[in-house]
């Protein structure tokens, strides 16, 4: 192993694709709560979103899993899926679209780098909406490494900042 990294520092995950067991309500979901737009659709059995313009985000499909169900707890498989929002007000605007909608949450924390919501979409996927600290505001320990925390995010003044 060599202390030079391998990948380069401007590496990103560019998207997830995820199987669903029935398109349309997952479009009700990461399209019609989350906002997401459609770029590409592939008859009733794929759908391509994104945020932007980019071309696609989220890869939504049905063929392999059309009428199916989750995974069963304690399978392997994708944990959650992370939705990088660019600053707090856009992020609390994500909040007011999902409590508005009556969708439920699994968690808000407060990570020192970060500020997150949990849910599940329709499938039962974990998915993560969150925004990042600037890394000059990271928690950090007296050597310098970060020093993560999970706390409480105080999800009534993320709505009163919303975008």
Do not use: C
């Amino acid at each position: 192993m060599t202390d030079k990294p391998l990948l380069p520092p401007e590496t990103r995950i560019g998207h997830v694709h995820l199987k669903v067991a029935d398109l349309d309500r997952a479009l009700a979901f990461y399209q019609g709560i989350l906002g997401f737009e459609i770029t590409q659709r592939y008859g009733a059995q794929a759908v391509f979103l994104s945020a932007g313009g980019y071309h696609h985000h989220i890869g939504l499909n049905t063929w392999e899993s059309k009428g199916g169900q989750p995974p069963a707890p304690g399978t392997t498989g994708l944990y959650h899926t992370a939705i990088l929002f660019p600053d707090r007000p856009s992020l609390g605007g994500a909040l007011k679209r999902i409590l508005d909608a009556g969708w439920p949450l699994e968690g808000a924390s407060d990570h020192g780098v970060s500020e997150a919501i949990y849910l599940r979409d329709p499938d039962g996927n974990g998915v993560e909406l969150y925004r990042d600290r600037p890394p000059a505001d990271w928690p950090r320990d007296a050597e310098g490494n970060l020093k993560m925390v999970t706390g409480r995010l105080d999800l009534n003044k993320l709505l009163s900042e919303a975008a």
